[in-house]
T-cell receptor, first 112, second 115 residues
Framework: EPEVTQTPSHQVTQMGQEVILHCVPI?????FYWYRQILGQKVEFLVS????????KSEIFDDQFSVERPDGSNFTLKIRSTKLEDSAMYFC??????????FGPGTRLTVL | KQEVTQIPAALSVPEGENLVLNCSFT??????LQWFRQDPGKGLTSLLL?????REQTSGRLNASLDKSSGRSTLYIAASQPGDSATYLC??????????????FGKGTKLSVKP
């Protein structure tokens, strides 16, 4: 069964460093998303992406964040200068022509 | 602004019981409501999606209902098993000023099914 994959599973970085989180959505899906979940808190929407551009973003998704679909299969989230409060589990999701969103296993980001 | 609330926050039941998890949302202008399961330290597994024109969906021992007018959804689990132990999340996708695709999540109900 097709699934969303994410790498790495765990990323540790120093405050101020740039990180790139990688996702491979389900191959025939057209809509892509990033969410995050700070430990013990709700899952929060960051950004949605369709037709090679951002279609919606939340207040969390400020200028430090960017997304890219560099080729036909990958979807990346970049954080330019990480802060301690960026420590969270980051989930990638995708959906097809239907509306059901399928989530990846997540990348745990730890900022020291 | 859409708010999603789940009650109870935690639930412990003996194996075999039927149970109901509740989800409420403040803005009835939703497109869809999706239920997920999350195991500790893991990703989200989609269980059921109810579109706004539907009132319920069923998959195996799971049945989810949606009442937009009252702002409620319930997830019914029949004949619970220890393997059902997980956190169950509901998420509303809505027409909140054009933000289709933006899932707003509740905090979840942590279910423990005892053998």
């Amino acid at each position: 069964e097709p699934e969303v994959t994410q790498t790495p599973s765990h990323q540790v970085t120093q405050m101020g460093q740039e990180v790139i989180l990688h996702c491979v959505p389900i191959s025939n899906h057209l809509y892509f998303y990033w969410y995050r979940q700070i430990l013990g808190q709700k899952v929060e929407f960051l950004v949605s992406f369709y037709n090679n551009e951002i279609s919606e973003k939340s207040e969390i998704f400020d200028d430090q964040f960017s997304v890219e679909r560099p080729d036909g299969s990958n979807f990346t989230l970049k954080i330019r200068s990480t802060k301690l409060e960026d420590s969270a589990m980051y989930f990638c999701a995708s959906s097809g022509a239907g509306v059901e969103q399928f989530f990846g296993p997540g990348t745990r980001l730890t900022v020291l | 602004k859409q708010e999603v609330t789940q009650i109870p926050a935690a639930l412990s039941v003996p194996e075999g019981e039927n149970l109901v998890l509740n989800c409420s949302f403040t803005d009835s202008a939703i497109y869809n409501l999706q239920w997920f399961r999350q195991d500790p330290g893991k990703g989200l597994t989609s269980l059921l999606l109810i579109q706004s024109s539907q009132r319920e969906q069923t998959s195996g021992r799971l049945n989810a209902s949606l009442d937009k007018s009252s702002g409620r959804s319930t997830l019914y689990i029949a004949a619970s098993q220890p393997g059902d132990s997980a956190t169950y999340l509901c998420a509303a996708e809505g027409d909140y000023g054009g933000s289709q695709g933006n899932l707003i999540f509740g905090k979840g109900t942590k279910l423990s099914v005892k053998p």
